[in-house]
């Protein structure tokens, strides 16, 4: 029956997370014992192990810190917010590290009369994975748009890059958990975001940008129509 599948593949996502969970963290925990046992046998360590060390605990530390946040039964603190204010603040948060990448993060809204009903920190939290997944992948740094606006019964936000975009054949991975390109990702991200949007009764789309990048589009029910 349908209710009986829909039962099975919740239990699958909960498998599959538990499986990439037991994986992401015993290949660190490997590799920090065979240091241990290299020590224990009196090999001399030098600082280049430290750093191996140093990196694959804080890879762990990083994964737990986002499955708590996936766990944490999330309190809703739903407001009423201006989302000019909320992109404002979050633009000023992430500028002052896109600057080190020679970013520069450029936020368009219609008007400061835009209103949102959301849970404001679960929906900055969105908005950082989205800028932090475009400073990651702009290597020659450019600029980042993020854009704010209405339309028709919706509020979107816009996050666009100018990265190398997504490669076809990975789209419909890069929301899975565990799913990443990067050294030092945990492919948590995406999953977050989706399950905050989904909470908001929203949605995400990714598209590739007209010349380069990636475009981010999120809705987001508009409740002050
Ligand atoms: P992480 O950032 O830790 O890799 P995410 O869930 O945030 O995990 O992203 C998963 C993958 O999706 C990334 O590793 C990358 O391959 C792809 N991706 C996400 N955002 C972008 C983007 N703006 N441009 C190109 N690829 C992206
Ligand atoms: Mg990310």
Avoid: W
């Amino acid at each position: 029956t349908t209710e009986h599948l829909a039962r099975s593949e919740k239990m699958n996502v909960a498998g599959q997370l538990a499986a990439g969970i037991a994986h992401e963290i015993r290949n660190p925990l490997t590799s920090l014992k065979g240091f241990l046992q290299l020590m224990e046998a009196g090999v001399d360590v030098d600082g280049q192990y430290f750093k191996i060390m140093k990196e694959e605990i804080e890879k762990m530390e990083s994964i737990t810190s986002e499955l708590l946040y996936i766990s944490k039964p999330q309190p809703h603190h739903r407001k009423t917010v201006s989302l000019q204010s909320l992109l404002n603040d979050v633009c000023t948060l992430m500028r002052s590290q896109a600057k080190l990448y020679d970013i520069d993060i450029h936020l368009t809204t219609e008007s400061d009369q835009i209103l949102l009903e959301c849970d404001p920190s679960q929906i900055k939290q969105v908005v950082i994975n989205l800028i932090k997944n475009a400073i990651e992948v702009m290597e020659e740094g450019g600029v980042i748009q993020v854009r704010g606006f209405q339309a028709e019964s919706n509020l979107i936000i816009e996050v666009q890059d100018e990265g190398p975009g997504v490669p076809e054949q990975i789209l419909d991975k890069i929301h899975e958990p565990f799913f990443t390109t990067k050294e030092n990702g945990t492919g948590l991200g995406l999953m977050i975001t989706n399950q905050i949007i989904k909470e908001h009764h929203g949605d995400l789309e990714i598209s590739n940008a007209p010349e380069k990048g990636t475009i981010i589009h999120v809705t987001l029910p508009n409740h002050s129509r």
